[in-house]
């Protein structure tokens, strides 16, 4: 750690340097396009994982497929692999071209602007949803993650123990407890996966976790400690506690590499997905793909996955509420995980209680330095507005965390469409080599997918309200 003046000196010096951290810190919304992105083929061999680890992954979920289906009969329907649906929504992406975004006055005029310039038929490609929303288990994307880091310890202390091959014997795992910090839907991956296995399972719930989440958990024989404080103080806490139980292990979403291996898999079932659907992805067609992102190990393992899998041609971007903006002050600063949001004057609170974290995992940011094409920040009113719309538009529910990624092409379109009508210089793609700004000549045969990340465990009750939100 670096000693608190100077580095308030070094961070009043970066900011300085850098006037879009001026905006983030004042809570505007942004678009960051990443000065530091390289050709992937240039940064691949330098990174401490590769296809292997993600090959390693997706055999060792094949290996428990098996004991998943006898645990989950739910999962019967993809033989015990836990996959989510990649949907077309062209009802949505209508409306996101052609409308506004409701309560969002400004938003409004920047868009009409830009579509009537676009109007002579201009192309921005075609948009979808991957449903992790939907997955089976944990109705999130940590089902991918969590999930996975919960089977790979399982099958280290059945080898470790000498324990038959395939067999998990409940009473072996009682005597072993599983622990993990969370804003809500990790606790929910990991605790019930635990559980389900025989597992002690303990989840540090941070303040802005939903009491239906506490509930459900609880309900699946879960422990839940609740803590006043934020996301790094419940997993501080419960890292200190899982670590002076030599039976306790530790889900450190902050550093694990597991965790991070289970959601790179996503890439490598999401190229199968395109195949099927004759979606050709090359260097005319783009593949752009917008995750909302929290500490980071969830979409940076989709990242990585799909750098690895489509290389260049894959553009990768994640969104951040604007009062929580980790990875953007992680990446945009160089500091990582020795700046949280706080430090520049930011509350760290949002309505996106997926994505309410203060400081950005430093092994993700590191890994994503190179890799990721850049980033949105949203304000909370529009996560509500995009949940409606979504719902109005395609009958599909998610949560507002998970509507953060609809923020993406949003601003992606807008700073296009100015590039091309060229109406006004400062605000267009910035000119400096990067990817973006090839992205902006190929969009009509571009596939943009907004990753959802969570949503069907919610009660009907709770989308209710959600849907019935306004903020101003
Ligand atoms: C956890 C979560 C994310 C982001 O994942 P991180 O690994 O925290 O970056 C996004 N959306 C939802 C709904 C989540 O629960």
């Given at each position: 750690?670096?000693?608190?003046?100077?580095?308030?000196?070094?961070?009043?010096?970066?900011?300085?340097?850098?006037?879009?951290?001026?905006?983030?810190?004042?809570?505007?919304?942004?678009?960051?396009?990443?000065?530091?992105?390289?050709?992937?083929?240039?940064?691949?061999?330098?990174?401490?994982?590769?296809?292997?680890?993600?090959?390693?992954?997706?055999?060792?979920?094949?290996?428990?497929?098996?004991?998943?289906?006898?645990?989950?009969?739910?999962?019967?329907?993809?033989?015990?692999?836990?996959?989510?649906?990649?949907?077309?929504?062209?009802?949505?992406?209508?409306?996101?071209?052609?409308?506004?975004?409701?309560?969002?006055?400004?938003?409004?005029?920047?868009?009409?602007?830009?579509?009537?310039?676009?109007?002579?038929?201009?192309?921005?490609?075609?948009?979808?949803?991957?449903?992790?929303?939907?997955?089976?288990?944990?109705?999130?994307?940590?089902?991918?993650?969590?999930?996975?880091?919960?089977?790979?310890?399982?099958?280290?202390?059945?080898?470790?123990?000498?324990?038959?091959?395939?067999?998990?014997?409940?009473?072996?795992?009682?005597k072993y407890k599983?622990?993990?910090?969370?804003?809500?839907?990790?606790?929910?991956?990991?605790?019930?996966?635990?559980?389900?296995?025989?597992?002690?399972?303990?989840?540090?719930?941070?303040?802005?976790?939903?009491?239906?989440?506490?509930?459900?958990?609880?309900?699946?024989?879960?422990?839940?400690?609740?803590?006043?404080?934020?996301?790094?103080?419940?997993?501080?806490?419960?890292?200190?506690?899982?670590?002076?139980?030599?039976?306790?292990?530790?889900?450190?979403?902050?550093?694990?590499?597991?965790?991070?291996?289970?959601?790179?898999?996503?890439?490598?079932?999401?190229?199968?997905?395109?195949?099927?659907?004759?979606?050709?992805?090359?260097?005319?067609?783009?593949?752009?793909?917008?995750?909302?992102?929290?500490?980071?190990?969830?979409?940076?393992?989709?990242?990585?996955?799909?750098?690895?899998?489509?290389?260049?041609?894959?553009?990768?971007?994640?969104?951040?509420?604007?009062?929580?903006?980790?990875?953007?002050?992680?990446?945009?600063?160089?500091?990582?995980?020795?700046?949280?949001?706080?430090?520049?004057?930011?509350?760290?609170?949002?309505?996106?209680?997926?994505?309410?974290?203060?400081?950005?995992?430093?092994?993700?940011?590191?890994?994503?330095?190179?890799?990721?094409?850049?980033?949105?920040?949203?304000?909370?009113?529009?996560?509500?507005?995009?949940?409606?719309?979504?719902?109005?538009?395609?009958?599909?529910?998610?949560?507002?965390?998970?509507?953060?990624?609809?923020?993406?092409?949003?601003?992606?379109?807008?700073?296009?469409?100015?590039?091309r009508a060229n109406?006004?210089?400062?605000?267009?793609?910035?000119?400096?080599?990067?990817?973006?700004?090839?992205?902006?000549?190929?969009?009509?045969?571009?596939?943009?997918?907004?990753?959802?990340?969570?949503?069907?465990?919610v009660p009907q009750?709770?989308?209710?309200?959600?849907?019935?939100?306004?903020?101003?």
């Amino acid at each position: 750690m670096i000693m608190e003046k100077t580095m308030d000196k070094k961070l009043n010096e970066i900011m300085n340097d850098n006037p879009i951290l001026k905006q983030v810190a004042e809570g505007t919304e942004v678009f960051w396009t990443n000065p530091k992105i390289e050709q992937f083929d240039s940064v691949k061999d330098s990174l401490p994982i590769g296809m292997e680890d993600i090959k390693d992954a997706e055999a060792r979920l094949q290996r428990f497929a098996p004991l998943i289906m006898k645990l989950f009969p739910e999962t019967q329907k993809r033989n015990g692999i836990i996959e989510s649906d990649l949907i077309e929504i062209p009802n949505m992406w209508d409306s996101l071209v052609r409308d506004s975004i409701s309560g969002a006055p400004d938003h409004q005029t920047e868009r009409t602007e830009r579509i009537e310039q676009d109007a002579s038929g201009s192309d921005f490609g075609r948009l979808f949803l991957k449903m992790d929303s939907d997955l089976d288990v944990a109705g999130s994307v940590k089902a991918r993650g969590g999930i996975y880091e919960v089977l790979k310890h399982t099958e280290e202390l059945a080898i470790e123990n000498g324990l038959p091959s395939g067999e998990f014997p409940r009473e072996f795992f009682s005597k072993y407890k599983i622990q993990v910090g969370s804003t809500g839907n990790l606790g929910m991956s990991i605790g019930i996966m635990s559980a389900a296995l025989g597992y002690q399972a303990i989840v540090h719930m941070s303040c802005d976790a939903k009491q239906w989440k506490k509930d459900y958990l609880r309900e699946h024989g879960v422990t839940v400690i609740e803590y006043e404080g934020d996301y790094g103080e419940a997993v501080a806490q419960g890292r200190a506690e899982s670590d002076a139980d030599p039976m306790s292990y530790f889900v450190d979403d902050e550093n694990s590499k597991d965790l991070f291996m289970g959601y790179a898999v996503a890439a490598l079932r999401l190229k199968g997905q395109l195949e099927e659907k004759g979606i050709v992805v090359d260097e005319d067609h783009p593949l752009i793909v917008y995750i909302p992102c929290g500490v980071g190990g969830a979409p940076g393992g989709i990242a990585f996955g799909l750098k690895e899998v489509y290389g260049d041609n894959a553009y990768v971007y994640f969104v951040e509420p604007t009062e929580a903006p980790c990875m953007l002050v992680g990446l945009a600063t160089g500091l990582h995980n020795e700046v949280s949001v706080q430090d520049i004057g930011l509350s760290g609170q949002t309505h996106a209680d997926g994505l309410a974290v203060s400081r950005p995992s430093g092994f993700v940011g590191e890994i994503m330095e190179q890799l990721l094409s850049g980033e949105m920040t949203v304000v909370d009113s529009k996560l509500y507005d995009y949940l409606r719309m979504l719902r109005n538009t395609e009958g599909i529910f998610i949560e507002p965390s998970s509507c953060a990624g609809f923020q993406g092409p949003v601003a992606l379109m807008n700073a296009a469409g100015k590039c091309r009508a060229n109406a006004e210089k400062d605000s267009c793609l910035p000119d400096v080599m990067n990817d973006t700004t090839r992205i902006k000549e190929k969009l009509p045969g571009a596939t943009h997918i907004v990753w959802a990340t969570g949503g069907r465990l919610v009660p009907q009750d709770v989308r209710e309200e959600f849907y019935n939100t306004y903020l101003r």
